[in-house]
């Protein structure tokens, strides 16, 4: 299988150059950055800290969008828009691991995925995906009397924050106890404002060095608390299960999916 990575000069676009260059079932089909990023006309391998792969990158995917049979996109939701139209148009399958999108991005991504099947995910990684499941489940049983809290701690060039990974928990945490996150997200807490609510949902930010990424959920109750806590070691964890995403969603029919299906967590 031939993929197409767009962000291939990012932090994570060089993990995944990195795996297909050791997998036996993924190739590299194009390389694709932002127009004007320093990296356009360099070789993809030797951006990414490898061997020489003869594979140039490119700020042009409609010139490359048939030179792979998925796409996988790890860059900024300007980028993933701005490519998804010509994305669609040919019909290819896509892997989003882009976090930061609103409500109407997300909405635009959605009715390209009446056409294309695409696995879009705040977090690739395997454990992630089953801590969503696990939370959401501690939180049905915890119910009500439990105070729920996230803490997410990422490197110091993260530009968006909350992370999507934390967005996701919190979703699944207002899910599982009947409330809307909008009315219940707790995002930063300073002076006086009073008692912690009963209903509210809290969500933390640390943003320090080169931190790969950490999540906790705490669940706080009179005289005990239970923590959950994810911490990812390098991104290759990441660049795993976006792989793993790609061959997956290749055989399936046009929608939008999440990497509980790939995992056949659902």
């Known amino acids: 299988m031939k993929a197409i990575v767009l962000g291939a000069a990012g932090r994570m676009g060089a993990r995944i150059l990195s795996l297909i260059k050791d997998s036996e079932s993924v190739c590299l089909g194009a390389a694709v950055e932002a127009k004007g990023h320093p990296s356009i006309g360099t070789?993809?391998?030797?951006?990414?800290?490898?061997?020489?792969?003869?594979?140039?990158?490119?700020?042009?995917?409609?010139?490359?969008?048939?030179?792979?049979?998925?796409?996988?996109?790890?860059?900024?939701?300007?980028?993933?828009?701005?490519?998804?139209?010509?994305?669609?148009?040919?019909?290819?399958?896509?892997?989003?691991?882009?976090?930061?999108?609103?409500?109407v991005e997300m909405e635009r991504i959605r009715k390209a995925t009446t056409r294309i099947p695409c696995v879009l995910s705040p977090n690739m990684s395997i454990g992630v995906n089953v801590m969503f499941k696990i939370v959401g489940e501690v939180a049905n049983l915890l119910g009500q009397d439990y105070d729920m809290e996230i803490i997410e701690a990422h490197h110091r060039f993260k530009k968006d924050a909350p992370s999507g990974t934390a967005l996701r928990l919190a979703q699944v945490l207002a899910q599982a106890t009947q409330r809307q996150l909008e009315e219940v997200a707790t995002y930063a807490r300073k002076g006086q404002v009073g008692e912690r609510k009963k209903s509210e949902i809290g969500i933390q930010v640390i943003r320090a060095?080169?931190?790969?990424?950490?999540?906790?959920?705490?669940?706080?109750?009179?005289?005990?608390?239970?923590?959950?806590?994810?911490?990812?070691?390098?991104?290759?964890?990441?660049?795993?299960?976006?792989?793993?995403?790609?061959?997956?969603?290749?055989?399936?029919?046009?929608?939008?999916?999440?990497?509980?299906?790939?995992?056949?967590?659902?």
């Open 209 to 266: 060095g080169d931190i790969v990424g950490e999540h906790t959920v705490i669940f706080g109750g009179m005289g005990e608390r239970l923590e959950i806590t994810h911490r990812a070691h390098s991104r290759d964890n990441f660049a795993r299960g976006a792989l793993l995403a790609a061959k997956w969603v290749i055989h399936q029919p046009p929608g939008l999916y999440e990497m509980a299906h790939v995992l056949g967590l659902t």
């Open 43 to 103: 070789d993809a391998g030797e951006t990414a800290g490898m061997q020489r792969l003869g594979i140039p990158i490119t700020d042009d995917l409609t010139s490359v969008i048939d030179q792979g049979q998925v796409v996988i996109d790890f860059t900024t939701p300007q980028s993933t828009l701005t490519g998804l139209d010509i994305i669609t148009k040919k019909g290819k399958p896509l892997v989003i691991g882009t976090t930061g999108f609103s409500s």
